[in-house]
């Protein structure tokens, strides 16, 4: 079985300063791992994702997330916010050797103040 | 664009009604996936097909049913609609299962 855990439903940071999500997951094979972005009244779109290559894996719009599988983690982080960053994030773990289906976290709102 | 069409974008319908959802994966994705995303239970998978057969089942009601055409094109189709139907309901496609999902924009609808 699978099953991811977004920790924070809401992150607040300034523009210009670092953002940190957080995720951790849960599988019993080797997972895929994703984050998603969706703006208001938008549909999701891919961010990133991990598969089993490089941990540390780089994204669209300056977004990064490193796999770590020792925690069982997979946040996602970037530099420094734009404001163009407010939106909600999903982490996705699918099982390559399970289900297949895609299981979504809650979703972590990110709050830019300007 | 992802390449996912999905139609309509907005629907209004009453109680008691049946509506059905269109969904055209990208060009190439044998696998399409229905969600139901609403405020109260976040992202929730209805179900999946690949090739044209059901593949997996998740939280979908018996009042829904949804199926894939030769040409891999899907349908939603929610009957005896109630309030709590009302949602964002969003198809994805990828090349076959386990793979990237791309989304479509979603279909609003809400029942009154």
């Known amino acids: 079985a699978q099953s991811v855990t977004q920790l924070d439903s809401h992150v607040s940071v300034s523009e210009g300063t670092p953002v940190l999500l957080r995720c951790n997951y849960s599988?019993?094979?080797?997972?895929?791992l994703f984050w998603y972005v969706q703006h208001p009244n938008k549909g999701l779109q891919l961010l990133l994702k991990?598969?089993?290559?490089?941990?540390l894996v780089k994204g669209i719009n300056g977004f990064e997330a490193e796999f770590k599988k020792s925690e069982t983690s997979f946040h996602l982080t970037k530099p420094s916010a734009h404001m163009s960053d407010a939106a909600e994030y999903f982490c996705?773990?699918?099982?390559?050797?399970?289900?297949?289906?895609?299981?979504f976290g809650r979703g972590t709102s990110l709050i830019v103040h300007p | 664009d992802s390449g996912v069409t999905q139609t309509p974008k907005h629907l209004i319908t009453a109680t008691g009604q049946r509506v059905t959802l269109r969904c055209s994966p990208r060009?190439?994705?044998?696998?399409v996936y229905w969600y139901q995303q609403s405020l109260d239970q976040g992202l929730q998978f209805l179900i999946q097909?690949?090739?044209?057969?059901?593949?997996a089942k998740g939280n979908i009601l018996e009042r829904f049913s949804a199926q894939q055409f030769p040409d891999l094109h899907s349908e939603l189709n929610l009957s005896s609609l109630e309030l709590g139907d009302s949602a964002l309901y969003f198809c994805?496609?990828?090349?076959?299962?386990?793979?990237?999902?791309?989304f479509g924009e979603g279909s609003w609808l809400t029942v009154v």
């Open positions: 599988s019993s094979y080797s997972p895929s």
């Open positions: 097909y690949y090739n044209g057969e059901e593949r």
């Open positions: 994805a496609s990828s090349p076959f299962s386990g793979d990237t999902i791309y």
């Open positions: 996705v773990v699918s099982d390559l050797g399970g289900s297949y289906i895609p299981t």
């Open positions: 991990y598969t089993s290559a490089a941990t």
């Open positions: 060009s190439g994705d044998l696998s």
